[in-house]
């Protein structure tokens, strides 16, 4: 079975009309999409598109031969002329399975939102799935066979691929393919960046994708290492590289304060901004987290706040320190073996400071100083290192 992508991008397209946004002012060349519509074999057609003729002579491909044309969500705006030599596009209803002279059986999947969801088998046995756009699947029984193929709106939808890999729809043999791609994410380089962090990638319109084919799909990096400056990002970029995971463990090393109110302010943001699957820890005990061998992935955000507390606990922020240092670099030494020992997925954030101003004290001096080591020792331990500056994030580590 073979895809054809007519278009891969969200329902308006990319760039979208008349938009002055600078994700579309970059999305030219192959970064250009149209409205997502997937041609099958040639005889199924998933979507309909304006200029659907026109987008299949651009791939090299023909409607001549569609015997069916499905819908997957409501339109919103008039009707798409259908072509003459089309049949009347349809939605399947959730639940049924429709099946095709050409040997092709779809069955209509449950959405959370308006809409359907089409699993496709081709006559020689290839699965795939497809989503339309913000869409999650409503339920998934456990235990069957994974898709070869699943194309949704990963970038828009993270959790529905989440909760894809729960249900062992997915697994990391599963190539999974961003349709429905929006102005939200800057195209090229950033967009593969994303996608690759959530086990995913995107692909040009026009190309023609073989279901079943054996590909190699990288696995996300085991650790990796998310530095910046105050607002500059870093805690959501941790949080972006895993939403793709169906369970995580948020691992927030800043305590309660329950006497600061601006501090409870800051936790409630986090805690709505993470989805509702994960689990909470408030911990800054690190090392026996990184020992557990099988766990969930960690987000441990984030390093600096640990290293306030390892130097509350050791006495280092005294004018006189003496034992204290030797104690403070044991601890960081223990953290820095777990993480290169451990064999779980790890996101570690971190603030990155003393970029100009020198503290004013010997402790502020010695804060710096040491979280700057710290930060230092585990990106050495990390297969990837990132930089987070003004919403933007730099690879310093790929």
């Known amino acids: 079975m073979d895809v054809t992508l007519l278009g891969t991008g969200a329902p308006a397209g990319l760039p979208r009309p008349g938009c002055p946004c600078a994700s579309c002012a970059r999305a030219l060349g192959p970064d250009?999409?149209?409205?997502?519509?997937?041609?099958?074999?040639?005889?199924?057609?998933?979507?309909?598109?304006?200029?659907?003729?026109l987008a299949a002579a651009r791939a090299g491909q023909t409607l001549h031969g569609v015997r069916q044309v499905l819908l997957t969500h409501p339109q919103s705006s008039p009707g798409v002329e259908v072509p003459a030599d089309l049949p009347a596009p349809v939605r399947v209803p959730d639940g049924k399975e429709l099946a095709l002279l050409s040997g092709h059986r779809v069955r209509a999947l449950a959405l959370d939102v308006p809409g359907t969801g089409y699993a496709v088998t081709g006559p020689g046995g290839g699965r795939l799935l497809y989503l339309p756009p913000g869409a999650a699947p409503a339920g998934l029984p456990a235990g069957g066979p994974a898709y070869d193929l699943c194309l949704l709106d990963v970038i828009g939808r993270p959790e529905a691929l989440a909760r894809l890999r729960a249900a062992g729809a997915v697994t990391w043999a599963t190539d999974v393919l961003a349709v429905h791609v929006?102005?939200?994410?800057?195209?090229?380089?950033?967009?593969?960046?994303?996608?690759?962090?959530?086990?995913?990638?995107?692909?040009?319109?026009?190309?023609?994708?073989?279901?079943?084919?054996?590909?190699?799909?990288?696995?996300?990096?085991?650790?990796?290492?998310?530095?910046?400056?105050?607002?500059?990002g870093k805690s959501a970029e941790a949080e972006r590289r895993l939403a793709a995971y169906p369970d995580v463990a948020y691992v927030a090393t800043g305590g309660q304060r329950p006497a600061d109110t601006e501090w409870q302010r800051r936790i409630a943001a986090h805690r709505e901004r993470r989805p509702g699957g994960w689990t909470t820890a408030e911990t800054c005990e690190l090392v026996p987290l990184l020992e557990v061998p099988d766990g969930p992935p960690l987000l441990i955000d984030c390093l600096a706040l640990w290293l306030t507390d390892a130097m509350d606990r050791t006495g280092a922020w005294q004018a006189d320190p003496g034992a204290a240092l030797p104690e403070l670099a044991d601890r960081t030494a223990a953290l820095v073996a777990a993480v290169r020992a451990t064999r779980r997925t790890v996101v570690l954030v971190s603030n990155e400071v003393g970029a100009g101003i020198v503290p004013a004290t010997p402790a502020g001096r010695r804060f710096r100083d040491e979280l700057g080591r710290l930060n230092a020792a585990v990106a050495a331990e990390c297969e990837q290192v990132l930089l987070a500056v003004a919403g933007t994030v730099l690879s310093l580590r790929p």
């Open 32 to 53: 250009a999409r149209n409205a997502t519509a997937l041609l099958i074999d040639g005889v199924l057609l998933l979507d309909l598109t304006p200029g659907p003729a």
């Open 182 to 232: 929006d102005h939200d994410v800057p195209p090229g380089a950033e967009l593969h960046r994303r996608l690759a962090a959530a086990g995913a990638r995107v692909a040009p319109d026009g190309t023609t994708l073989p279901v079943g084919e054996f590909r190699e799909v990288p696995e996300p990096p085991r650790r990796t290492l998310v530095l910046g400056g105050a607002r500059s």
